[in-house]
């Protein structure tokens, strides 16, 4: 089983900044990353990280958000940058395990980020 401990998110205004934190505990972590879903919209990918340190980010996020790994510690942070107010979600950390029985998704709780205009 792997438990994730999310923190950071908050109340900003536009142009600000935040940072989100989630550490991972058992299992070795394949992929590791962040999706947001804002009210009434579908959870979206936001960027997420291999433990190879290949990255993926959304377009609208690009140049804005910069997603780290550290695997010793199985955690990923997200520094997230000139935040928008289309920013506004809950954020969930994601973590991917990859077995020989498949792959195996895992969720963390959820931090609410809001972006003030």
């Known amino acids: 089983q792997v438990q994730l401990v999310e923190s950071g998110g908050g109340l900003v205004q536009a142009g600000g900044s935040l940072r989100l934190s989630c550490a991972a505990s058992?299992?070795?972590?394949?992929?590791m990353g962040w999706y947001r879903q804002a009210p009434g919209k579908q959870r979206e990918l936001v960027a997420a990280?291999?433990?190879?340190?290949?990255?993926n980010y959304a377009d609208s996020v690009k140049g804005r958000f910069t997603i780290s790994r550290d695997n010793a510690k199985n955690t990923v942070c997200l520094q997230m940058n000139s935040l928008k107010p289309e920013d506004t979600a809950v954020y969930y950390c994601?973590?991917?395990?990859?077995?020989?029985?498949?792959?195996?998704?895992?969720w963390g709780q959820g931090t609410q980020v809001t972006v003030s205009s």
């Open positions: 058992g299992s070795i972590i394949n992929a």
């Open positions: 990280i291999t433990s190879g340190g290949s990255t």
């Open positions: 994601n973590a991917v395990r990859i077995t020989g029985y498949g792959q195996f998704d895992y």
